[in-house]
């Protein structure tokens, strides 16, 4: 994560900080454009790293919405079975709303404007919608549990924007 970080401080960003080992990260930046910032994010990834993935960049207004407009907030107990799915284009987002006919009857699944929620008491590995979120369905999503989703947010209410 360490390189992680200096590649986007390369970029030009400022202050960041990355969070766990999953390519996390928090910056401010001149850059208006989320679809900019993730294509330069991409192609460094790319270049430095020799991996192609998808990068999905929220500002700080968008992780925020994300956080307070959480249809079915879980208790602490639960952060790590509830999933929040995130994408770029909000159509690719309001596609995985066509998972709501394999949600079982003790999961919660909603897709808003912001993200894709699933509460999966028994397991992501368990759920029909989180094998589908996190396999083909979801190839232009990234995923989160609710923990990461809130140590991001509280990075940003730390002064990181």
């Known amino acids: ?14 202050s960041v900080r990355t969070l766990l080992n999953s390519g996390n990260a928090i910056f401010s930046s001149t850059e208006s454009s989320t679809r900019t910032l ?9 270049e430095r790293f020799g991996v192609v993935t ?3 960049v929220k500002s700080a207004a968008e992780l925020d919405a994300i956080v307070k407009n959480n249809p079915f907030p879980p208790p602490e107990a639960a952060h790590s079975r509830f999933l929040v799915a ?3 284009d909000t159509t690719r987002l309001h596609e995985l709303a066509s998972l709501s006919s394999l949600v079982q009857p003790d999961e919660r699944f909603s897709v808003t404007a912001h993200a894709a929620y699933l509460h999966c008491p028994g397991g992501l590995l368990e759920s029909k919608v989180g094998k589908a979120i996190v396999g083909r369905a979801g190839r232009s999503v990234t995923t989160r549990n609710w923990a990461t989703v809130l140590k991001l947010s509280a990075l940003l209410g730390e002064g990181v924007a």
């Open 54 to 56: 998808p990068v999905i």
């Open 86 to 88: 995130f994408a770029m």
């Open 38 to 46: 993730a294509h330069g994010i991409a192609n460094v990834v790319e």
């Open 1 to 14: 994560m360490a390189e992680f970080r200096a590649a986007l401080e390369e970029l030009g960003h400022g």
